[in-house]
């Protein structure tokens, strides 16, 4: 584990462990966001990446530390911490399929100012099919209307959760650029197994083995460190993210 990240972190987890129906699904999970930057989650399939942002959100049974801005959020319920600012967009994206573009983000409106302008600017594509059908857009289009609801409300922090997965190679790029935008607008924890968009986008990189924590550190030195990346995910650094064994 590196030293500490100096000055405040917006997001602190320390010993979260969580289980599903009795199975443990992480054992002892430590990450720090600190303010302004893209933090990714990475590690092999199952290692519990998907498992630690839902138990921040406390949306499976959880043991241990979560700080949200310095004040415990561990005991809260889900929707008192997304109340207190934290954006969640899920891996299968969760749009609402019959409903329009325009209804699926009204309805995600929480504050009374919402951030329709960076949504404007950054979605320009989405806001065009205002009128049509969720359920009717493509995969990275449907990815964006999950972006753009979370970016709606002023959040703290966004949790990501492997926002390119199942994209073509060009959508990807798309997705990773809108998250690069919003990125400099709100700190972003980002579980992203394409370590090409990870390599883009993180700041700081966090390695979940098993459900442990076994890396944190800059994002640098980690993808540079080649034997290392090979060890903990099994992959080259520069690796081909369209390749099943990058996946
Ligand atoms: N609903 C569930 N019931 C039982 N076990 C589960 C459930 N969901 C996840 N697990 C287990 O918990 C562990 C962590 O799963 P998780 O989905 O968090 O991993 P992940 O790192 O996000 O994986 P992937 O990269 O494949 O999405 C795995 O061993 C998985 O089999």
């Avoid at 993180?202 to 640098?220: L, W, Y």
């Amino acid at each position: 584990m590196s030293a500490p990240i100096p000055g405040n972190p917006v997001l602190r987890v320390e010993g979260l462990a969580a289980s599903i129906g009795h199975q443990p699904v992480i054992e002892r999970i430590d990450l720090e966001v600190p303010a302004g930057r893209v933090t990714a989650i990475l590690g092999r399939n199952g290692a519990g990446k998907t498992s630690t942002i839902k138990a921040i959100l406390g949306l499976i049974p959880r043991s241990g530390v979560v700080e949200l801005a310095g004040e415990r959020i561990d005991g809260l319920l889900t929707h008192r911490i997304v109340r207190r600012g934290v954006g969640y967009v899920p891996e299968d994206r969760e749009v609402f399929a019959s409903l329009t573009v325009a209804e699926n983000l009204r309805l995600a409106e929480r504050d009374g100012a919402p951030g329709r302008e960076l949504v404007v600017e950054l979605f320009p594509d989405i806001v065009q099919r205002a009128g049509q059908r969720a359920g009717t857009l493509s995969g990275g289009q449907q990815q964006m209307v999950s972006l753009a609801r979370a970016l709606l409300n002023d959040n703290r922090i966004l949790l990501v959760d492997e926002p390119t997965k199942g994209l073509a190679p060009k959508l990807v790029t798309e997705v990773a650029a809108a998250l690069e935008r919003a990125a400099q607008v709100v700190p972003i924890l980002l579980v992203e197994q394409n370590l090409q968009v990870a390599r883009r986008l993180a700041a700081q990189v966090v390695v979940i083995e098993s459900g442990r924590t076994v890396h944190a550190g800059p994002a640098d030195e980690f993808f540079a460190d080649e034997e290392r990346v090979e060890r903990l995910l099994g992959v080259h650094s520069e690796g081909d993210p369209t390749s099943e064994a990058n996946r």
